[in-house]
Every structure is written in C-alpha cells, then in structure tokens.
C-alpha cells in the first residue's frame, strides 16, 4: 500500500482554528514519531489568516493542507467531504483522525465510505501496534462497561474520530517551522446541494460549558430542583459553568448542553467541584483531563472519591451552604 503519513482534520469557526484542532495534534504527533512520517493538519477555510496557519505548526503539524474557497466559510456537508475525499486520493494519508465534534462526526463517515476506509468513532485511546503499520483504535464499548480495541488492517486510510476535549493540546512551540501548502480544487468539489440560511450563536447557558476553566456539577444527591439551585449559585459565585450528571438532567434540574459524561460532554477545567453525584463510568469518561477534581459526597465509599484530587466526605446540604457562604463573604458578592 503507498499510503504515508498522518493527518488530522483541523477545524476553524469564521477564521479562527478551534482547540479541538491543536489537541488532534497531540495525538497524531505521537503516531507519526512511531510511524517516522509527517503529521499533516488538513484545513478548509475561508480567510484563514497565516497567522492562524502557522498556529498549527506551533503545535506540532509539520505541514498544512489549506483549501481557501468562500464555500468554506460556514460548514456545508458536500464541499467538505467531496474536497476531503479528493484531497485523501492525492495525498494518500494512511491514518486520518478528526475530533468527535458535530463537522467530524458529519464528515468522516461520508469520507470513510467514499475512501472504502474502516472508522472508528469516539476514540479514547490511539496507538500504533508493534510490527505492523496499523493504528490500534481504543473506544469504550457496551456503556463504557469494557473497553474495544479496534483495527483495520486491511484499508488505507485508518480513520477514527476522538472525543473532543479528551486529550490536552501540546505547548506551542512558536520558533517551530513547516510548511502551509494551498491546495486548489476543481469547482465540481466545491458545490454543495444544501446552503446556508442563517447564523444563529446558541446563546443559551451551558453551551460553551467543555472551554470552561471551572464547572460546578451537581447530581441525584441534590434531590430536589429547588437544591440543585445551590450548584448554580456556586457556579455564578466562582464564574464557572453549570455541569450536571445525566440523573439530575433527567430528572429536569439541568437541561441537556449540561450533561457531563459519555453521553454528554467532556470537559477538562482547571477544576471539576461536584455534590451528589456517585462517580458512575459513564460520568467519569466526561472529566478525565480536569486537572482537580474536588468531589462532596455522603457516602465514604463513593465510586467518585477514588477519581477525586480532593474528597469531602460530608452532607452537601450542610456543606455546600456553608462554602457558599464563606466564599461570598471573601470574594465580596
Ligand atoms: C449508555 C449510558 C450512557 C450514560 N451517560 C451518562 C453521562 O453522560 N453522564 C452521566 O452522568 N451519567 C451517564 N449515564 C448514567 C450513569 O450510569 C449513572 O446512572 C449516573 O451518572 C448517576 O448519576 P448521579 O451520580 O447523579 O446519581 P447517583 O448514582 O444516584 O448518585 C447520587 C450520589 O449522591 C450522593 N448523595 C446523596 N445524598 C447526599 C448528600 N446529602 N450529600 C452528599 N452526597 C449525597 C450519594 O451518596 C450518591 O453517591 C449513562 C448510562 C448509560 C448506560
């Protein structure tokens, strides 16, 4: 097979190369040192500044792809997969890994079937196996209850998608050199049968919660919606979003953008403060890359105290009043 090299699938929102793209960078940098070949950043835009370009040798892309086409302007199914897949058959990548965001989970199927190309989605861990070229793609299976190693040794590229925010991006490294190749396509790769209407941010609280520095979660133990007010006090007083477990969102306390945990978001704050919630697998896949995690539980055997930096064995109802009150009283609020 002549295929060589890893690439990941860069992504950037109205010129600005989003996070998930550097932290790709980190991964694939791994399989190319093992496979000894480039790590390629592929990214369709438009008016991408060279500024923004660079950033992604800064974080470890020895080359990138860039295609400039107005049509890139705004995420549109067609373009993205037929210049993807076109771009795929000239370069000939023989791994390709995307984030698991709404454009990578649009695009690397559509891309996987057109390539012929096996794809593992929501990867929690890649490697390459010894004696062979095959990227071995980890990924939890059976409601996170065991983990599935997966392979496909017998198509080229091997793609997976990764969970975003599940791996933190290397340094930049600004004295770093590589190289931006502009691709130019054919108008035929560009069109695209759907358009777009409108641009409408989702305004609403909790979106943004997986580029959170702090996220205050609350689960079941708070028992009631009126209770679960205490997390959401505590968020506003520290300036931290709103996290939830898939209990209290449904049982109606916190809406779905929430959710921390397989079936919800990763998130990966400089610190995670939970009450009430057990520490369920499910739960734990969504806070893995925080960096603390202070959890407030009841129950001495706690699945989440074994996770936790800090654990507070205590009664939430009479903790977290007292916390709030402390921290208004030092922060001024
Ligand atoms: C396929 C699948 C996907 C899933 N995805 C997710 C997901 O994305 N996110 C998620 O969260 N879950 C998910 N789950 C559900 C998960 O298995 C658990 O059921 C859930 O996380 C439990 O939520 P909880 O910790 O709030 O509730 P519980 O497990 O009921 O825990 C409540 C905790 O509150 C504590 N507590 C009670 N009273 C107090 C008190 N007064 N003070 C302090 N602590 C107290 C208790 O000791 C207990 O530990 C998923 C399950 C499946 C099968």
């Known amino acids: 097979m002549d295929y060589k090299g890893v690439w990941i699938l860069g992504e950037q929102d109205r010129g600005k190369v989003q996070t998930v793209s550097y932290e790709l960078l980190k991964r694939g940098k791994t399989l190319a040192e093992k496979l ?27 080359k990138v792809v860039y295609v400039d086409d107005p049509v890139f302007g705004n995420f ?13 058959d000239k370069y000939k990548p023989e791994i390709l890994i995307a984030s698991a965001t709404s454009t990578g989970r649009t695009v690397a199927p559509a891309i996987a079937i057109k390539c012929h190309a096996g794809l593992t989605a929501d990867c929690t861990g890649l490697d390459i196996e010894e004696g062979s070229r095959n990227l071995i793609q980890t990924r939890p299976a059976i409601g996170g209850n065991i983990l599935a190693t997966i392979k496909s040794p017998d198509h080229r590229p091997q793609m997976a998608t990764v969970r975003p925010h599940s791996n933190q991006p290397m340094d930049p490294d600004p004295t770093r050199k590589g190289e931006v190749i502009y691709e130019k396509l054919e108008a035929k790769f560009l069109k695209s049968r759907s358009r777009q209407v409108a641009f409408i941010e989702m ?20 028992k009631t919606e ?21 209990e209290a969102v449904d049982l109606g306390w916190a809406k779905y953008p929430h959710q921390v945990g397989l079936s919800g978001k990763t998130v990966s704050p400089s610190m995670y403060l939970c009450a009430g919630i057990s520490g369920a697998v499910q739960h734990l896949a969504g806070i893995k890359t925080a960096q603390n995690i202070v959890a407030i539980n009841s129950d001495p055997d706690a699945q989440i105290f074994q996770l936790a930096d800090i654990a507070v064995e205590a009664d939430m109802f009479e903790f977290l009043p007292m916390l709030i009150e402390k921290l208004k009283a030092r922060l001024n609020k």
């Open 36 to 62: 000894n070949v480039d790590l390629v950043a592929v990214l369709l835009g438009y008016q991408v500044s060279p500024a923004e370009l660079e950033s992604l040798i800064h974080y470890g892309a020895d």
């Open 226 to 246: 009126e209770n679960f007010k205490m997390i959401t006090e505590l968020a506003k007083i520290l300036n931290g979003a709103v996290g939830a477990s898939r």
């Open 203 to 222: 305004k609403e609280e909790g979106a943004n919660i997986q580029d959170a520095e702090i996220v205050i979660a609350g689960g079941k133990g708070c």
């Open 76 to 88: 549109l199914p067609d373009p993205y997969i037929n210049s993807l897949t076109k771009l795929i």
